[in-house]
């Protein structure tokens, strides 16, 4: 048991890496989605909800990601047409402290629904690419992010099945947590 917590602690330690501000970008937009911990949290977290609320309906654990794809990809859309979204940052912080305190209650809602809440917030996540993104080729970039952010997805699903095979509910729950805090430690830096 000391050995997965122990994989468990160096999985999270490498996932939560410190990445609290923006930097610059690469032309491609893959590191976006790395680059801030607000990005990282929350695509993190769907995975880690989606593993959870797999375990009442199989298609969540694609369905929910897909949602906060499709629907990323329509904020950056609208981004990149020069629509304003107001509040954005409050919409992406607010993604982390709720999305992590989801996988903390263990709230398991229909497939539906968890769709619609990650793809609401996921609209800010994407807008916030896209007004973001240096000056080249929009589809490449929206591409690069895009692809991130499934692959951070799957981090979550893959750590959200590690953490509940190492210690059941409770390591998924505790994962929650550690989003909810992250969440936290970015809004105590700003």
Known sequence: MKFRT????ALLAAVSAPAF????HDGSGFLHPFAGMDHLLAMVGVGMWA?????KQRSAAVLVPAAFVVMMALGAAAGFAGIKLPLEE????ASVFLIGGLVLAAVRPSTVTAMAVVGLFAVFH?????IEAPSG????????FLGATALLHAAGIGLGWLAQRAMGSVGLRALGGL????GALILAAQ
């Open 90 to 93: 409050a919409a992406i912080l």
């Open 126 to 130: 994407g807008y916030a690419h896209a």
């Open 179 to 182: 989003i909810v805090a992250g």
């Open 51 to 55: 593993w959870l609320l797999a375990a």
């Open 137 to 144: 080729n929009p589809a490449t970039y929206m591409l690069g």
């Open 6 to 9: 122990a994989c468990l602690v």
């Open 21 to 24: 501000a923006h930097p610059g």
